[in-house]
């Protein structure tokens, strides 16, 4: 894998959802898309508090266009006053073993904008920005690394647990002894994606 700039970014995965905290209610969520719950709401506002205490200067937050990563970025947004914009390559894995994602339908461009104003679309974005299920691994890592290289230093990625998992353990294997929790973040450094280090870790509890 060629080189990266030397730079730091942060690894967000997003609050839990209503979804992941009553799995009874998936009847309501036959798209794969829910919203943040309200712990889940709370345990990001404890994270951006976090991160605003520990006095990380982020740049820019890059976020899925997933409901649980635009509701998670809309509130590290607001209590950390940054920019942020929707980044389609962000998105969860399609994998074959994921046969939900065969019939998934995201946020529309337009949707995107009425329910998160604050979020900032980026023009050309697709309406169909999702990938076709199931998802070539090689396809999937090539969408994230190139998200990692365009990435401005101190940026957030606001992304998935598949995402973030995969990421940490192409780097090194003890990272996959990490237990990552909605909402988790990972403070690292890295040149490619070989080369990473972790400079600081939250993973909220409870």
């Known amino acids: 894998m060629s080189s990266l700039p030397s ?28 919203p943040l719950s309200r712990r889940g709401s709370l345990a990001v506002k404890e994270l951006a508090l976090y991160l605003k205490n520990n006095r990380d200067k982020c740049s820019i937050i890059l976020c899925s266009p997933f409901r649980a990563c635009l509701d998670t970025a809309s509130i590290l947004s607001s209590i950390l006053n940054v920019k942020v914009i929707v980044e389609k390559d962000l998105c ?22 009425i329910d998160y104003p ?20 090689k396809d999937f890592l090539t969408r994230i690394y190139s998200v990692l290289h365009n990435a401005p230093n101190k940026a957030i990625l606001v ?35 070989r080369e990473m280090r972790i400079l600081r870790t939250y993973i909220h509890e409870g």
């Open 7 to 34: 730079k730091v970014v942060y690894l967000v995965v997003h609050g839990k959802t209503i979804r992941e905290e009553n799995p009874s209610c998936y009847l309501l969520f036959l798209n794969f898309d829910p």
């Open 92 to 113: 969860d894995f399609f994998s074959p073993e994921r046969h939900e994602f065969e019939y998934f339908v995201g946020l529309k461009p337009l949707q995107i904008k």
């Open 118 to 137: 604050q979020i900032l679309v980026p023009e050309g974005f697709p309406e169909n920005w999702w990938p076709k299920w199931p998802e070539d691994k």
């Open 159 to 193: 992304t998935h647990k598949t995402v973030v998992e995969e990421i940490l353990s192409l780097s090194d294997k003890k990272y996959q002894l990490l237990t990552i929790t909605f909402p988790s973040c990972f403070k690292i450094e890295l040149r490619n994606l």
